[in-house]
């Protein structure tokens, strides 16, 4: 199938990006967020669901932190 492998590329570079841009160990406790949320999720809530909550909890943390959980916050100060 030609998007075989979307969803996982997609799932890591949301990783990337919550944990914060060029941060290898924000990128790791980025992943074990999503991790956690697609678990608690698929045992809580549905299996059906999973993407529409790992992709809300990525947006409003991005929301409130816009640099990610580890990313550097001299980068915000310089564009502002």
Partial sequence: SWDMGSEVALKGISAMVLGGMGNIWGALLGAL???VVEVLTISY???EAVNVVVYSV???LILVMPNG???DRA???ERM
Avoid: P
């Fill in 33 to 35: 967020i999503i991790a």
């Fill in 75 to 77: 980068i915000l100060v």
């Fill in 69 to 71: 959980l580890l990313g």
């Fill in 58 to 60: 990525l947006l409003l």
């Fill in 45 to 47: 809530v549905s299996s």
